[in-house]
């Protein structure tokens, strides 16, 4: 089948990579010339594990390709997919629905014989609803179907998420475009993924609910941390505890310095705006949100305890960079409250991401990086771990050991195992586990 993919973002990029993957022939658009300029010369413009080699390879293959222009793969599309992004609008947390109005506007004009429209950018309640009203506007005459197909890809792992995801949302009335997707999706029945069928708008809802679920499992886990921190409990016990009750699960209860990226932060915040829109409070998600943003913002007191009381004429080097790893996705991570904070307080920042420092360097223009871990630690009063990229998990401490001014280590991933860090000689901090003197029974 044809696909027309507006929006070659992370969402965009992956999902067209990996439909063309599948065997359809896939334009992706974008209205960034520089982006697509940056694709047709054979680099990528973010990183994702994986993707490279699979653009590369559909692109070999003739099934991939990239574009600006609208018209010719508009017109001979089966599916158009709207990938664009729905940010968070200034002010009162509603996401902004500008691009994707923009993009069906401009599919409207250029759509010829039967033709799905996919949604699969994160919007609210109505939006699909919205969209098709645009289009029969603009071409009483069009024969097509919104269809609301909203993604579950998360950054890090998105080409397996998207090959192999727990479930398909489909959100149609629509029996022609039920087919249409079904054929889109089909090698997927091979790893019986469910495709779940809905209404348009519990499709649409199904996204918000999922996110807003999995944040506050998150930020559950933060507040036993912090009870954890006090009451003498070690806070990964607790979580493998629950987890292990399949009512529960264990994902998502890792405790940390609290969740960011591009999607929850502005997802939550829409969903609460969605629910005033409706009269219908949503107390959880508000909760969530502020709670989340307060944790973030108490983070630098741990550093600021962990380095004798003070920050000042202190440098702390900070290893990860990102709202999580595989990623160099910067969007609302925690580093980004973290380490102005720690300036504030008179500490010198030098940090290292394998992948986040240049779009880090953008959004913090003073930060000072370094080329690798060891160069990073080299002479710092405290190493403080933000993301928890592999490479992290297995330094060598003796090496990082020398190279601190003194040995601290501040882990808010949870990454090392206090004892064997102690033992080592080192300071240890971590997010929910007592302090090493706690007095047991
Ligand atoms: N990033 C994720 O992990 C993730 C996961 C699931 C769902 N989502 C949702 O998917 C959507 C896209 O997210 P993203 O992270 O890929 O965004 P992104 O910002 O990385 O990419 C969006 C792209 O759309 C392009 N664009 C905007 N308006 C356009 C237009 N009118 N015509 C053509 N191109 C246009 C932009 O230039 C940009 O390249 C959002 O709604 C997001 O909430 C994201």
Redesign the pocket.
């Known amino acids: 089948m044809r696909i027309a993919m507006?929006?070659?973002?992370?969402?965009?990029?992956v999902s067209g990579a990996c439909f063309s993957d599948f065997g359809h022939v896939v334009t992706c658009?974008?209205?960034?010339a520089a982006?697509i300029r940056q694709l047709r010369s054979g680099s990528l413009p973010?990183f994702e594990p994986g993707l490279d080699a699979l653009v590369a390879n559909n692109v070999e293959a003739g099934r991939l390709s990239f574009t600006t222009e609208f018209a010719a793969p508009i017109h001979a599309a089966d599916a158009i997919f709207l990938?664009?992004?729905?940010p968070s609008r200034r002010g009162d947390g509603f996401?902004d629905l500008s691009?994707v109005y923009?993009?069906a506007r401009?599919i409207a004009p250029e759509i010829k014989g039967y033709t799905v429209v996919a949604i699969?950018?994160?919007?609210p309640v109505g939006t699909n609803d919205e969209v098709d009203a645009i289009i029969r506007k603009l071409r009483p005459d069009a024969d097509f179907a919104v269809v609301s197909n909203?993604?579950?890809?998360?950054?890090g792992a998105?080409i397996e998420d998207f090959k192999r995801p727990d479930r398909i949302v489909i959100g149609t009335d629509d029996e022609r475009a039920r087919r249409v997707m079904r054929e889109l999706y089909r090698p997927l029945f091979i790893n019986e993924t469910p495709i779940l069928f809905t209404g348009r708008r519990a499709a649409e809802l199904i996204?918000y609910a999922s996110n807003a679920f999995l944040a506050t499992k998150i930020t559950f886990i933060n507040e036993m941390a912090d009870l954890c921190e006090k009451c003498g409990a070690d806070v990964q016990e607790v979580a493998r505890g629950m987890g292990l009750d399949r009512r529960i699960a264990g994902k998502f209860l890792h405790a940390g310095p609290g969740f960011g990226?591009?999607?929850f932060p502005?997802?939550i915040a829409a969903l609460a705006a969605i629910g005033q829109h409706y009269g219908v409070p949503t107390k959880i998600v508000a909760t969530v949100m502020a709670v989340n943003d307060a944790r973030k913002r108490a983070m630098p007191a741990k550093v600021v305890a962990a380095c004798g009381g003070s920050l000042h004429g202190k440098t702390i080097a900070v290893l990860g960079l990102t709202f999580k790893p595989n990623t160099d996705?910067m969007r609302e991570a925690p580093s980004l409250v973290i380490v102005p904070a720690l300036e504030a307080q008179g500490a010198r920042v030098r940090a290292y991401d394998p992948h986040g420092m240049e779009e880090a360097r953008k959004l913090m223009p003073r930060l000072e990086t370094a080329a690798d871990p060891y160069a990073c630690v080299e002479g710092a009063d405290a190493m403080l771990i933000l993301t928890e990229w592999d490479q992290f998990r297995a330094l060598d401490l003796d090496r990082v050991k020398t190279a601190l001014r003194s040995p601290v280590i501040i882990d808010l991933r949870n990454i090392y195992r206090p004892a064997e860090v102690a033992a080592k000689g080192f300071t240890y901090v971590g997010v929910g586990i007592a302090d090493a003197n706690y007095p047991r029974p």
């Open positions: 507006i929006g070659t973002g992370y969402v965009g990029l658009i974008d209205s960034d982006k973010i990938a664009v992004g729905t996401a691009y923009d993009a401009g699969k950018s994160t919007v909203p993604e579950f890809l998360r950054e998105a996204k990226g591009s999607c502005k997802d996705d």
